[in-house]
Every structure is written in C-alpha cells, then in structure tokens.
C-alpha cells in the first residue's frame, strides 16, 4: 500500500486535499490535539469530512496526540468513542494512556503512533507493536537505514514525513515554548521558540533554525524501503499550498508506480515546490545527519508567496468562459498559468478581465472579487490560476 | 528518608549519602554529560543511565552489551523504549526506569508505563500540585529529579559545530545563549550524538522529601560544582531554602490555547 497523506486544518482544505489527489487526511478536533490555536474540527465537521472521504474511497486519521496532563483527561474516553462512532480510520497518538485506553474500549478504528514518540528504532517500534500500534510515523530523524531496519523487523506500516517544516528538537523532546512564552509545545502551544534568534558571546546571533524538508528526489527509494504513507506537513496551511504540493507528490507517485519517472520530471517538481514554500528545504535525515547547510543563522528568514492569483469557481464549456474568485492581483496582459488535478497545466496570457457588473476592467485587486476571464481550453471547478514563473512547461 | 537516591556523577567525585547510589551516564549510550562511563570502568550493582534515543548501530551495539549488563547492572535509567523491549526478549534481570524528560504529565500515563515496567521518572515541566495528584494515584512508587540542570530541548543535530562552522569561529562543545526579550538563558551542550539545551540555574525540588509514592530521587551533578551540591543536601535535609535557583514549572503553569481576544482563557 502506498498513500498518500495530506494535512487538512478544516473542511474546506479536506476537500480540496482530496480533489488534489490525497488518499487521505489527517485533522485535529477542537481538544487533545496539537495545533491548539488552528481552527480544527468539531465532532459535526468530523462527521462530514469522513463521510465525503469514503464516499471517495478515501481515509481521515484524527490526531489525539497532546501529552496528557490531570487536567486534560475529562471527557477523552467518550471523545474516542465519538470518533469510533463516526467512522474515523485511524487515531494518532503520542500518549501511552490513549494506546492502551483505545485498546481498552475496543474500538475498531486503528491506532497510529505519532511522531511525538520519535521512534527511531526498530526494538522501540516492536515495543508499541505488541501493545496493537498498527502503524508507526517514524521520527523525522530516522535515515533511510533505520526505515530499513523498522520494516524489517517489524513489517507494520510506516509512515514518513516528505514534506514541511521541521522541529529543531525531537518531536515531544522540547519546552523551549514552555520556558519562554508559558505556552506548552506537547499540549500544542508550541510557539516555535528554535526560530528565534539568540544573543551569543560573540557579535554573531546563535540561531538553529532548521530548514525544511523535501523527499522528492528520495520517493522512489523511500517507496523501496518499504515506507506506506507519505506525510506532508502543514495543518496551518492553506489551500494553494496544499493544492499544489499535494498535486506534485500525487504526479511523482504515479509516475514511480507507472515506472515512468524521469530526472527532468523530479526536476520539474522540485522547482515547483520550491516556488510555492516559504523556506529553503532539503531531504534532512534521510542520507547523513544535517549539517550547518541545513540550517538558517540569521533567524526566521521566510518569504511570502503571493503566486495563487484566483480560484475557479465555474467554467462555461460553451461559452469557454471561467468564473474565478480573485486570491491576488492580477491585470491584463499577465501571463498566468491554470493547474488541475484532472489537467495539463498550461500558460495563458490574460487579454480581459471582466467584472461581475459585466464591465471590463484593467485589474483585478480586491480579494475575493469575482471576475470572469475567456479560457479557450477547458477548465473544472476549483482548477487553480498562478502566476507564470518557469518557461518550461511540463505536465502538471 | 526512605527513599533511594540516585545520585549522576559530575567531573568530580561525591561520597555517597544514605541509601543513594550512582546512575552512570553509559559512554556512546548518554547525551549532554561531561563525564560518561563503561560498564568495565562502573562497580558491581551499579545504575546505568541511557538519555539518547537509540538508532539502528546503537541497538546493534546495545545487545552486545546485554551479558555485562546482567553481570554488573542494578538498574536501568533509560528514555529509549527499545531498551526495555531487548531487555525483555533477551530475559535481562534489572530494574527498568523509564525517563523520557517530558512525556510523563498525568496519573493516566504514569499507570499505563507502570504496567510495562518497574517504575518511571516524572516529567520535569509539570507543577507541584501536579505531582501531588499524580503521586496520590499512581500504583507503584515513581521518582522525580530534585536536583540538576534541567534539560529544555533534545537535537539530533550538531547545533554548536554547525554554527561555528558557519561564523568560522573555533569549536566549543558548551556555550551559553540568551533569548534578548525574555533574557532566558540557556546552556548549549553538544556532543557527537546531538545537542541539549539546559537551564544554566540549577533546578532544586523540595517539596516532596517526606511524601510516600516515590521510589526515587535523582540528583544530577552534571557541570555542578561539588560544593554547591553538598550544601544542597544539607539544607534539603533540614528544609531550608536557597537563593539563586530555579524551580522549573514546580509553581508555574503553562497554557496551550490562546485566549480569545477580549477575553480570558478557557
């Protein structure tokens, strides 16, 4: 089995996930989750968001993955019983309370170890195994032979982070949030403290900030190794990113299981989602410990992307007419490309824009502004237009 | 006071105190120690302590190990949970002491690790309240670090060697930072499995010398001047305070969710 597993902070980042080409998400509800201060789900979303995912044959994970302190234990055994209820596939947890009080109330959805336990080896995997862990996300420090190792031994399911940012620390093994800002990091307050900059002896500022990760070039191997699940992370996300890193990995995957991938094509997807991060990235544990090329020193050094231009909402076959909500400003003679799951991405120079009044108009700079725009090739609900920034088109 | 003591040795030597015993950093097994040990070098009925997560090369050579472990160790302090699953395979008769630094925040979690093994170490960024409750439900004696610098953040990373390879500078293995709004200072401590991260002010817990629940007391002198230690013990033994410490999160309690704006945390 080989899937593909996208992070979704609410509803409408589920669907488009799925409309990409994930073959399943994973959420947190509104408690014993990390990303305490993301939107999250309610029971009710939860309860939508797995039935739109089987109705596709698809799969939602739920992360009950906080470290338990007294307080926080009210109400977590009828909150499992809930998610069992509903349907959910799998829980991820850190816990060793949740594992076992899952296997307690026999529920049948699966439990999946978090990477907050940062299992790095093969004995600690067979440790969670004996107690019915059916799948263990590995910790993002473990190279490709400790993968080997793991699925040797243990032949359960494995799942690896491939994309996102990274903690400095062992997931679980930090309170650097807590010390500084009050707020716990394994409750989910984490407030990024290895991204600040620190005074040192010297006139240089100390800092560890970790660039992120990217596993294009290893996906092969990775498959190879006997990884299950291909992790990108980003519940805080939002939907362009999603869309577009979702879609790369969904495009690579195919094309490794056709047997049909090329270097040009890795290239290809590496460059585009360089293009949509917001920090430099590299494949981290995966071959030898990082060294001081994977990391920043001068602090948080990020970029923002302002490349998602607008969101089709509707396209008019007969009219070839596309209806697109305005994310950023875009103006006519703008050469922009459309992406879709169901596509060729493909280049187009804007000629007119037309308002929702049926004025033309030069630019488009409101956000959320419908506009309407002539699109000769044919374009489905939710495709998505980006600024043009490579010359090469490629197939995605 | 009838609890065992388990005492991690710093650069210099201590005399043992009643009922206590030495917990060896193991060499090639520990982190963040300035003076680790092999089991050749460690006497008879001795404590040893693993605070690394454990790779693939390290459970190889962890087994090797296994026959000089049954012959000399009492007791195994470790954070890796592949350790207690080789122990049990291989039917090693010593005392398991889970320590996974902040993984152990409730009663629920403590009696979940108490049924695996013999007894666990307290997380240390959990309030006094805390574990008063936690020592009240717990089914079997557990222990707590009364001394010691606490350690904040775990890397596998060469965090110092990275930076100074960066700057040029020349290579430190300890180096004190300080974070410029909160002027937190922290201790860098690298060494070729990884960083940590300690509080530079040594943690002192008091409160708990006379409480009933607890099988052990850890005392860590790692980049502690022995004086300071002794008179630790003195005034711990006649509870009285002292300055120029930290108490960790033994009387503060840490938030997760932000409160709403215009309005207080729920």
Known sequence: MIELLAPAGDLEKLKFAFHYGADAVYIGGQNFSLRANAKNFSLEDIQEGVSYAHKRGKKVYVTVNIIFHEEDVNGVEEYLKKLDEIGVDAIIVSDLYIVKLARKLGLSLEVHLSTQASVLNESAALFYKKLGVKRIVLAREASKEEIAAIKKATNLDLECFVHGAMCTSFSGRCVLSNVITNRDANRGGCAQVCRFTFDAQEKNVFSMTSKDLNMISHMNEMIKLGVNSFKVEGRMRGIYYIATVILSYR?????????????????????????????????????????????????????????????????????????????????????????????????????????????????????????????????????????????????? | MNNKILIIPGTNTLEKVTNSYFLFPLKDFSIGYEKKFTLEEIPNHSYIYINRL?????????????????????????????????????????????????????????????????????????????????????????????????????????????????????????????????????????????????DPCVYENRYFLSASNISYFLIDLNMIEIKNVKKFLEEWLKNESKNNTTSGFLNRKTIYRLPPKGGKND
Do not use: W
């Open chain 2, 54 to 198: 454990l790779d693939h090369e390290d459970i190889l050579k962890f087994q090797t190990l296994l026959p000089l472990i049954q012959e000399k160790v009492k007791g195994i302090v470790f954070e890796d949970l592949g350790i207690l699953e080789i122990l049990r395979e291989n039917k090693i008769q010593v005392e398991t002491i889970f320590y996974p630094s902040h993984a152990i925040c409730s009663s629920y979690t403590v009696n979940s690790y108490l049924e695996e093994m013999d007894t666990v170490i307290l997380s240390n960024d959990i309030t006094k309240e805390e574990i008063q409750e936690i020592l009240t439900k717990a089914s079997k004696p557990i222990g707590m670090l009364i001394y010691g610098h606490l350690p904040y953040m775990y890397s596998r990373r060469t965090l110092l060697t990275n930076y100074e390879k960066n700057f040029n500078l020349p290579i430190q293995k300890v180096k004190k930072i300080k974070e410029p709004i909160s002027k937190q200072e922290f201790l860098v401590f690298e060494d070729e499995k990884g960083t940590i991260l300690y």
């Open chain 1, 251 to 396: 495009r690579l995957i195919d094309k490794i299981k056709a047997n049909t991938l090329t270097k040009e094509d890795e290239a290809y997807y590496l460059r585009v989602l360089n293009r949509v991060a917001n920090r430099e990235s590299a494949s981290q544990f995966f071959e030898s410990l990082p060294t001081e090329k994977e990391q920043y020193f001068l602090g948080r050094q990020e970029v923002s992307n302002q490349d998602f231009l607008g969101l089709v909402l509707d396209y008019d076959s007969e009219n070839k007419i596309a209806k697109i909500e305005q994310r950023n400003y875009f103006k006519v003679e703008d050469q922009v490309e459309f992406f879709g799951p169901n596509m060729e991405t493909f280049s187009y120079q804007i000629h007119k824009i037309e308002n929702d009044q049926g004025e033309n108009i030069e630019i488009a700079n409101h956000p959320n502004m419908i506009v309407y725009l002539k699109v000769d090739k044919p374009l489905q609900k939710y495709d998505m237009m980006r600024m043009k920034v490579f010359d090469k088109q490629r197939n995605l």
